[in-house]
């Protein structure tokens, strides 16, 4: 079968709040309607686009929550839009296309004047996938309804106005530390560019086989983050005056009490990003870090 007239189907994930990008949007329905490919898009950003941006929104289906199957996941918003759909596309490892409307982001890093292009890639089989590693949460207590995967990290915290919490660390079963801290951030090599990194954590290339632990605002100075291998098992058990702390996955916060201890380890699946052929992990670093750039002028 000739590949502009393979058929295709992609779910569409998007962000509410950037109407002004409403003309990226209509872009790539238009190329995908004029590709017959099969679309299905989120019911929440559906209405927005058609009830609040009146935009004339043809797609094969609209779907509710996880209820979706597809060859592609296209993810139109920030890396915050990216991580959502990852999401709910859990372990069903349909690769995910990030386009991105907002700031320059790791995840979604397709310009919309690039989309069209990376459609096109995508039906000739010209681009990459990237297997990112995921971590998963279990609880010994209460349970969470929270998707219990991340992309980026796991991190426990305290609530608003709650003094430093203790968090009682294994790793493998064996003691590391009691950290005395605001919390405690888990990521994996794709989040090490976000929250641990704004807490003093290292950059970790993708696909390192790693974790990182870092701490949020330690009460000892000589507290450092610690890299160990991402098939290992950390558990933390809290305490705190207020007897709950919060619970962070990939930003979802849920607030659990200090009686429940919780496990993390790596998922059981990958989370498959598609990249531009030839796109190098180094480059993309330079720029989003600016490394090297002159900041004194």
């Not at 915290?157 to 968090?167: C, F, H, Q, V």
């Not at 993390?264 to 090297?292: C, D, H, N």
Request: glycine content about 8%.
């Amino acid at each position: 079968m000739n590949e502009q007239h393979k058929k295709l189907s992609f779910a569409i994930f998007g962000n509410e709040y950037q109407a002004h990008k409403s003309s990226a949007i209509q872009k790539v329905l238009s190329v995908l309607k004029e590709k017959e490919a099969d679309i299905y898009i989120d019911a929440t950003f559906h209405e927005f686009m058609t009830t609040k941006e009146h935009l004339p929104v043809e797609a094969t289906g609209v779907f509710h929550g996880n209820d979706f199957t597809a060859d592609y996941v296209i993810s139109m918003g920030g890396d915050g839009t990216f991580l959502k759909a990852a999401s709910r596309v859990g372990s069903r490892e349909i690769p995910i296309i990030g386009i991105n409307m907002g700031r320059l982001g790791f995840l979604a890093d397709i310009l919309p004047s690039e989309a069209e292009s990376m459609l096109e890639a995508v039906y000739e089989d010209n681009y990459q996938i990237e297997d990112h590693a995921a971590i998963q949460i279990t609880t010994d207590g209460e349970e969470i309804n929270e998707c219990p995967f991340a992309l980026n990290d796991i991190a426990v915290l305290k609530r608003d106005n709650a003094s430093m919490i203790s968090i009682r660390t294994t790793i493998n079963e064996d003691y590391l530390v009691t950290y005395q801290a605001d919390g405690l951030i888990v990521s994996t090599p794709t989040g090490s560019t976000a929250y641990s990194l704004s807490n003093g954590g290292p950059v970790m290339v993708p696909q390192s086989g790693n974790l990182c632990l870092t701490a949020v605002a330690p009460h000892s100075l000589n507290i450092r983050p610690i890299v160990i291998g991402d098939d290992a098992v950390v558990k933390l058990t809290v305490e705190s005056r207020s007897h709950n702390y919060l619970v962070a996955i990939d930003g979802r916060s849920v607030k659990l009490n200090e009686s429940t201890s919780i496990t993390i380890s790596k998922a059981p699946f990958m989370v498959k990003i598609v990249k531009r052929s030839g796109q190098r992990y180094f480059a993309t670093l330079r720029e989003k870090m600016m490394w090297g750039m002159d900041q004194r002028g």
